[in-house]
């Protein structure tokens, strides 16, 4: 009875013509900030915060949200049509959404990832509403062993989905785990391969090591070669998914929604562990996961839905005990919040 009252008093709040245009104008900046490759919500939100501040603390704790939730739908669109993902929970569209462009099936996977995309939102609203304080506390628990299992399942997922040699797919988690260490640790403080250069006191950062892999390898990889080159052409048409589409997508979408909500709430964790994991399991109950990486639907369908998934979950363990599950709610969403609480 309690959650019905709360979920009336929200929607009293919400439906407020004013917090409505708050929330569309958030998630359109959030859309276009997220087709940007490399900027993703981490800056968008920290350039806008100051607009905010004129603003009412509800209506900007809303265009916050907003501007978080569109920047996790639009790095799908340059993941699928440039094979450069907007931020890091894209990583994975890449795959199979590029592979659908090069075949001419670019508006199917964009609109199976808005499809996705949707669902998986409004089931963790749903999901928001009602569980909020059960999985929160239940968040709580997760401690080093549950959380070192969940890295060592998601390195594995890495190497899982590989292609071709699987000890070049162990060197891959290897190197990147030693890339992870440069910084500052943790627990003692102390500085790791950091050379001197202040830059990297901080560690390298998700968005430019991204960048480098997909963005200029592609850009190198065609530099001096002499080939006759000729210019893709083709049209974005289809944009609404046939009945057979989503027949195929439904069940994706569907475990892509519950993975990544039920990983949301978890500190730490951020959207793009659970978009490999959601990714590996797609391929495993897949009856074709030979096909996987070459265009199928369901590789766009399943981690599209698991990253919007989890960025609604990520509110969660926030809203509930104050805890923040990643940088994004940390620095931005939860700095601006005390902000327009202390006025």
Known sequence: MEAIHGMVYGFSIALVPTNLFYCFLGCIIGTLVGVLPGIG???AIALLIPVTFHISPIGAMIML?????GAMFGGSTTSILVNIPGEA??????????????KGLAGKALGISAYGSFFAGTISVIGLMFLAPILAEAAVKFGPPEYFMLMVMSMTFATYLSRGSMAKALMMV???LILSIVGMDPVRSKLRFDYGILTL???????PVIMGLFGISEVLNNVGVLMDRSIFKT?????????????VSILPITRGSLLGFFMGILPGIGPSIPTFISYGLEKKFSRYPEKFGTGVIEGVAAPESCNNSTSVANFIPMLSLGIPTNSIMARHILGAYFKHVRG
Request: hydrophobic share 40%; glycine share 14%; with cysteine.
């Open 41 to 43: 919500p981490s800056a």
């Open 65 to 69: 949200s907003g501007i978080f939730y």
């Open 89 to 102: 929970a894209s990583v994975i569209t890449c795959l199979d959404g590029y592979q659908m462009a090069r």
């Open 174 to 176: 290897a190197m990147g």
């Open 201 to 207: 006191r901080e560690g390298l950062g998700v968005a």
């Open 235 to 247: 049209k974005i048409t289809g944009l609404l998914p046939t009945w057979k589409d989503m027949k």
